[in-house]
């Protein structure tokens, strides 16, 4: 019995040992070992759950506990709470928190991770601001970045207003979730400083230990690299945004979430293109545990980019397979209706995604306005205009708006629809006359719709609306007389008496000396002067010279040789070539040479012969197919370019040549 307890006793000193040189895989045998000889040890129990913790054995260490729970009972409270959230098991670990029958500091430090895992964002911040302000310990940096971490996370997918805590930008963790919230707010260019800061601050905290490499320091830099890089793409920055992100895929990270996330961007930039560079990435964003390491919102932008690369790849049955899931998990989202309608587009199926849209507008009248805008779209693909009007007549939402009210006047001014223009002139008026009377938008559209009637001849109906512009500015001087042109058919009377608020001519003229205005340098027109007094002599204006006489036109001068009483030459203006009496230039035919040719012949006497010489006028065309001969199929032939000059080689007409075998010509 001594013998067993001094043994006991030694295995005790070296767990003791063991725990504090870090060696648990040591400890867990001597505990082992203790455990044989007292299984229900409280204490060997409680050391070997730590062992395992602390080696990454999670499962062995929530199984220990379940196994001796009622000898353990709520001693191990916080060790199993912490194995159920590392075995990423949140909601149990939720329950058995709050089933403590104390909440102590690290319980409660506990609580706001598990809180923030589940996304509920506005208890985690309590719980979390209530720590910093009721502890005094080293760990305080710890928590207030945890509790911008909230913050950002509420300010990227929350929906509450942003609260301001001062929280310091003292580390570059810090530094990094503030600028994660200037992102949520859209302040791109104050969150891009903040990153930077960020990145400086890192490269200074590192750069001191020296077991640190320079891959490990780039390895840290990756997430700020990531999220430089999409502020860069929402600021259009598309090239470099491209660039930074593949530099943090060849770093390739530990971290599963980042590599999704920043595989998932490149994605979205490639859009419709490089599609098989996205179906690489792609890959990434299916990694074991990424899942566990990104938000709701962010797993759901990266299926329905999966979706959408379905559909640009083709795959039609698996983008239908994969919106269709989307659907079941987010039944009120119209995003999946939407990516199963343009694929059903893409195969020309028009009516049936008609048909898809009215369903799910029907069933979800909360996110009914995206879809019926889509469904009036595909109605005017399809040529269906009144339908779309009246579909985008049905959106509440929308319909007053001034870009819709422009939208569908213009379409049914397009169908020749003009009443049905003008009653939508009427409601949006009366909508405004109700809820913003005199408003800028109201009086923009009473002058938009009395300038459309006018625009169409309907003066009678324009009178109104004038007459309630007048009354808003009674000095418009265009309004005014806009309503006295419509009064005039309508009532001549009201017409005069209208006139008369008209500005008389002289408060309408200008001070402007006529004269001085037309004698100056960049006076386009010149008025006549009146005849001058005899024996006056005005002076010349500097810069005023004498006026040109106009110069006659000479009459042109008719070629010579040309006898005035003969009929011209109707193809006188064509080419030789393209002329109808054109018959080619013989074969073997030379041009005449003094002292060549036959023997004994006179140049003059060839002249002489040659008929083609003596004849007065062009011979007459023979006509093709007549008894002249057979003609050629066109009788003008293809136009040709005029030689640039009288030297140059003059190509032969084209003839026709015979064909070998049988077929004649």
């Not at 990153?195 to 230990?209: N, T």
């Not at 320091?217 to 600021?235: C, D, F, K, R, T």
């Not at 329905?304 to 009120?332: E, H, I, V, W």
Request: charged share 30%; proline share 4%; net charge positive.
């Amino acid at each position: 019995m001594a013998s067993g307890g001094s043994s006991t006793a030694s295995l005790w000193t070296e767990v003791n040992r063991c725990g504090q040189s870090g060696d648990y895989t040591r400890a867990l045998k001597a505990l082992s070992k203790i455990l044989q000889e007292n299984r229900d040890d409280v204490t060997a129990l409680h050391c070997k759950t730590v062992c395992f913790v602390q080696n990454g054995n999670f499962k062995e260490a929530l199984n220990l506990m379940n196994t001796h729970a009622k000898v353990i009972g709520s001693e191990l409270v916080f060790e199993k709470a912490y194995c159920e959230y590392r075995l990423n098991r949140v909601d149990s670990s939720l329950k058995t928190i709050e089933n403590a029958t104390e909440q102590t500091d690290k319980l409660r430090e506990l609580y706001g991770q598990v809180l923030y895992r589940l996304e509920r964002y506005d208890e985690c911040k309590s719980v979390y601001k209530d720590l910093i302000r009721n502890s005094q310990d080293e760990y305080e940096e710890e928590r207030k970045t945890n509790l911008a971490a909230v913050v950002a996370a509420t300010s990227q997918w929350g929906n509450t207003p942003l609260e301001e805590l001062g929280l310091p930008d003292s580390t570059y963790e810090l530094c990094y979730n503030t600028a994660c919230s200037l992102i949520g707010q859209f302040k791109l260019t104050e969150a891009y400083n903040k990153l930077q800061k960020a990145e400086e601050l890192c490269r200074i905290s590192l750069a001191d230990d020296t077991d640190i490499t320079e891959e490990d320091i780039e390895s840290e830099l990756a997430v700020i690299h990531s999220q430089m890089a999409y502020v860069m793409q929402l600021q259009g920055r598309t090239e470099e945004a491209l660039q930074l992100y593949n530099q943090v895929i060849k770093l390739k990270p530990s971290d599963v979430g980042l590599l999704a996330v920043t595989a998932n961007n490149i994605i979205t930039l490639n859009k419709d293109q490089n599609v098989f560079d996205s179906k690489k990435k792609l890959k990434l964003t299916n990694a074991e545990g990424v899942e566990f390491k990104l938000a709701k919102k962010q797993l759901q932008a990266i299926d329905f980019n999966k979706s959408l690369l379905a559909m640009y790849t083709n795959q039609a049955d698996q983008c239908r397979k994969l919106s269709s899931s989307l659907q079941s998990q987010n039944p009120g989202h119209p995003r999946p209706v939407l990516i199963q309608v343009a694929q059903l587009c893409r195969e020309k199926q028009h009516s049936k995604a008609v048909e898809l849209l009215q369903q799910f507008s029907d069933q979800h009248p909360e996110s009914a306005s995206e879809i019926k805008l889509t469904m009036a779209q595909l109605y005017l693909v399809q040529g269906h205009v009144t339908k779309a009007c009246d579909v985008l007549m049905s959106i509440e939402e929308f319909k007053y708006k001034s870009g819709m009210v422009s939208a569908l006047v213009t379409m049914y001014s397009h169908e020749e629809d003009i009443d049905g223009a003008i009653d939508v002139f009427r409601q949006a008026i009366q909508h405004f006359q109700s809820e913003q009377p005199g408003s800028e938008a109201h009086l923009a559209l009473v002058r938009e719709a009395a300038n459309f009637k006018l625009k169409h001849g309907r003066k009678k109906e324009a009178i109104s609306d004038l007459e309630q512009l007048w009354k808003q500015n009674p000095k418009d001087t265009h309004t005014l007389a806009q309503l006295i042109s419509a009064y005039s058919l309508v009532d001549t009377d009201k017409a005069k008496s209208l006139s008369k608020h008209l500005p008389s001519a002289d408060t309408m003229s200008f001070k402007v000396d006529v004269d001085a205005l037309e004698n100056s340098p960049g006076a386009t027109y010149v008025r006549k002067k009146a005849g001058k007094v005899v024996g006056e002599v005005l002076p010349k204006e500097e810069g005023q010279g004498d006026m040109k006489k106009k110069r006659k036109k000479k009459k042109g001068k008719l070629p010579k040789n040309c006898d005035p009483k003969a009929t011209p030459d109707p193809e006188r203006w064509l080419p030789m070539r393209e002329r109808t009496y054109y018959r080619g230039k013989k074969k073997g035919k030379k041009k005449e040479q003094i002292g060549k040719g036959t023997q004994g012949a006179v140049a003059g006497a060839s002249a002489e012969l040659d008929a083609s010489k003596t004849a007065s006028s062009p011979p007459t065309s023979p006509r093709p197919g007549s008894a002249a001969g057979p003609g050629p199929t066109n009788v003008v032939p293809p136009r040709q370019q005029k030689p640039a000059s009288s030297g140059a080689t003059r190509k032969k007409a084209p003839q026709k040549k015979k064909k070998g075998g049988k077929g004649g010509w």
